[in-house]
């Protein structure tokens, strides 16, 4: 009768205040935004709630990116660049009168972008690679990561002592000097391994680990192919050195690798050469050797050319100078035999007309005669050369036909002073020009100089140390952002509740937040030390979400028929025995007559939470063996009593389909106000299901982060097809500190504590 009159009660007050409230809506507040903010505020609260929730693997990437970032400092050389200049010069044909028209002849002159391949060339860089031996590696091994750090730290005269005893490993001043090697064909470019033995002695195998070659030091060994030169070897007996030869090609891409060559600035003719490296001294070394290559084959190439060229002018020499006395005895005769004759002004500019014409025409045959030995007819220089030689001869026709407008003996004298005159003209210059060929092979002067010899700059090129963190830590952030979307794609979870409503269309009763206290009370209690939080701390944010619960289920159970609730999840460890206990405890301080049944037969532990024994429960009540008051335990809080599980039987399903289940149900329900029973998981086994059938109202524990959409989904359509109705869910273990990033209002919508 009292409590027909207590539910009476609660329908008036129900009806007086508005049933129809949602409960979802009267336990959280809700903030007013424009479409614009709330949707930027949640993109940005999203990001931030995220990389909260993923702190700690944020935090480890990064460390661990940092820790590869030290290594890096640690053990590779810093990279140092060596530089120098090199001047172009354009080349000049000084000397006494100079010939023009005859460069092509010389050849044309060098352009930088030429001049830039010429660097780069195999010619150069190949002389420099077997000169200075850079096709030969030679290095000792060091152990990993450390031993370099170690070997470079190293100031001792003699070779360190081995750490660890490991002493194959160098670990700081070794030193090997390999002057030649020779290998066979098809050993160039393989790793070979030379092992230091007694008084200079040494074993070098190859890649199968097999012994090649056996020498000393300061003496030449051949064998097998193999033929080596060692005139330094300072290193304990049995340390290993690498060792290799490289092909000539191999030695040279390698090279080119570190090497550079540009102009510094626009048609300045100045080449900057720059090199990058570990080992300053030998960046140097190899930087004036490709310098003085480059100069020597420059002045050789100089000297070749103008002794060419020299040669094929003395052979032009005798005949022209033949040809110039003729022209001039045969004028001389003529003017005898017709008495002194004299050109009007008119004879002279169309003499000095035809003069010029056919000097250009004889000078562009002999050019052409030179470029047929080198060029095609179809080669574009060629064809140019032709059209030039075209309009010479245009212009010479132009002329002739002049000349035909002349007297017979104006036309005759004008004929023999034009071979004079070309004659004269041809002769000279190439005269001129075979002097100073002359005068430029003997002086062996080329068109390129240097002007700044190689230098290394003091500071590295490469990163600093702090440059190499800075970059080892945004790349282990972005690692751990491509991670975080790899997991959050392959596994979608549930965040917020405001999903659930969304997606499920079922409402959220309570949203109990995260409780460090209650982790706390469960580690004391491992210990033997049992309390309840809504107890021990009824101030707690949790406890309060709880109390909300309790008056939240008041109005949602006020037209079920029984007064029994089932909680229970879609899988394990989401916090149900915590929503039990706590909410009957919450219950029965408000003088409710509360009982909880712990209904989970496999691995119920209540009785744990509660300080009581196990045995004499629920098996052995429906089982037949037990009463009602004996498995009925009170607590240590008042109004609360509690159902343990009892032995754990072989076949709870078929235990909880016994009749005696639903009369315990009836029974308990007949003696308390409310009855709560923990359930186990809905996925797991299907006791929930039986359960749900006797109960008034159901109700789903969701845990924040723990599932996916589907599984919810799952686990509500195993139930109804059970014939059980969830009446909707309790949102747990939310981070609130999360949940302020994503919504921007902490301490509002799950957080109103008490103030003293």
Excluded: C
């Excluded at 079922?506 to 206290?517: I, M």
């Excluded at 408000?590 to 024994?613: N, P, Q, T, Y």
């Amino acid at each position: 009768m009292e409590k027909k009159m207590d539910n009476d009660q609660f329908r008036s007050s129900a009806n007086t205040s508005g049933a129809s409230l949602s409960p979802a809506v009267s336990t959280q507040p809700m903030q007013q935004l424009s479409p614009e903010e709330g949707e930027e505020g949640l993109a940005l609260g999203e990001i931030i709630a995220i990389l909260m929730d993923y702190r700690w693997l944020i935090a480890a990437i990064s460390l661990f990116a940092l820790a590869v970032g030290l290594a890096w400092v640690l053990v590779v050389k810093p990279v140092y660049r060596a530089d120098g200049l090199i001047q172009v010069e354009e080349k000049t044909q000084g000397g006494i009168g100079s010939l023009k028209a005859l460069q092509p002849l010389l050849g044309d002159d060098t352009t930088v972008s030429a001049e830039i391949e010429i660097l780069s060339s195999r010619m150069v860089l190949g002389r420099v690679v077997s000169k200075l031996k850079l096709d030969i590696v030679a290095t000792p091994r060091t152990f990993p990561l450390i031993g370099g750090i170690v070997s470079r730290r190293y100031q001792g005269d003699e070779p360190n002592s081995a750490w660890l005893g490991l002493s194959s490993f160098a670990w700081g001043g070794e030193r090997i000097q390999v002057d030649s090697l020779d290998v066979p064909q098809q050993a160039l470019d393989e790793k070979h391994t030379l092992i230091a033995g007694e008084e200079g002695a040494f074993e070098i195998f190859n890649k199968d680990d097999e012994s090649v070659l056996k020498g000393r030091v300061g003496t030449r060994t051949s064998d097998h192919g193999y033929s080596i030169f060692v005139s330094q070897l300072k290193a304990r007996p049995g340390t290993v050195f690498r060792l290799k030869k490289l092909a000539a090609e191999t030695a040279i891409d390698d090279l080119r690798r570190d090497y550079t060559v540009k102009e510094r600035g626009k048609k300045s003719g100045i080449l900057e050469l720059s090199l990058l490296g570990k080992d300053p001294e030998q960046m140097v070394v190899i930087l004036d050797d490709i310098e003085n290559t480059y100069v020597r084959q420059n002045v050789e190439r100089r000297s070749a050319e103008a002794e060419k060229t020299l040669k094929f002018l003395e052979t032009q020499l005798p005949a022209l100078k033949t040809q110039l006395d003729n022209a001039e005895a045969a004028y001389n005769s003529y003017r005898q035999s017709r008495g002194s004759l004299d050109l009007d002004m008119e004879t002279q500019g169309i003499l000095k007309l035809l003069v010029d014409a056919d000097d250009a025409a004889i000078k562009l045959q002999m050019q052409n005669d030179e470029l047929r030995q080198l060029f095609k007819a179809e080669h574009p220089r060629m064809e140019a050369l032709k059209d030039q030689m075209d309009r010479v001869r245009a212009r010479r026709d132009q002329v002739l036909a002049q000349v035909q407008r002349l007297p017979e003996t104006q036309q005759t004298v004008l004929r023999l002073a034009r071979d004079v005159e070309v004659s004269k003209n041809l002769y000279t210059d190439l005269l001129n020009t075979a002097q100073q060929l002359r005068v430029t092979k003997a002086g062996t002067v080329g068109d390129v100089r240097v002007i700044d010899t190689a230098a290394v700059g003091r500071k590295p090129v490469s990163l600093g140390p702090l440059a190499v963190l800075g970059v080892a830590l945004l790349l282990g952030l972005l690692v751990s952002m491509v991670a975080i979307w790899v997991l959050r794609s392959l596994r979608v979870v549930i965040e917020d509740p405001e999903s659930i409503e969304s997606q499920l269309g079922l409402p959220v009763y309570a949203t109990v937040p995260h409780s460090k206290t209650e982790v706390e009370l469960n580690r004391t209690a491992r210990e033997g030390i049992a309390e309840l939080l809504a107890v021990a701390y009824p101030e707690e944010d949790a406890v309060e979400s709880l109390r909300g619960l309790r008056t939240t289920l008041h109005f949602a159970l006020l037209d079920a028929q029984r007064n029994s609730l089932l909680i229970t999840g879609s899988s394990p460890s989401l916090g149900k025995s915590f929503i039990s206990k706590n909410l009957g405890a919450v219950l029965a301080q408000v003088d409710k007559r509360v009982v909880i049944i712990d209904g989970d037969l496999r691995r119920g532990h209540l009785h744990k939470e509660f300080a009581i024994e196990r045995a004499v429960g629920l098996s052995e009540y429906v089982s037949g063996q037990a009463t009602l008051e004996e498995i009925t335990k009170d607590t240590m809080v008042p109004n609360l009593s509690v159902v343990t599980t009892g032995q754990i039987p072989p076949n709870p399903s078929e235990l909880l389909m016994h009749r005696r289940f639903a009369v315990l149900l009836a029974e308990l329900s007949a003696r308390f106000d409310t009855v709560i029973v923990d359930a186990p998981p809905v996925l797991a086994v299907s006791d929930a299901a039986i359960i749900g059938r006797h109960v008034g109202a159901t109700l789903m524990v969701a845990r924040a982060g723990k599932h996916p959409i589907r599984e919810l989904e799952q686990a509500i359509k195993r139930l109804n097809q059970a014939g059980v109705q969830v009446k909707g869910f309790v949102f747990n273990d939310l981070n609130v500190s999360r949940q302020s990033y994503r919504y921007g209002y902490k301490g509002y919508v799950y957080r109103y504590s008490y103030k003293n």
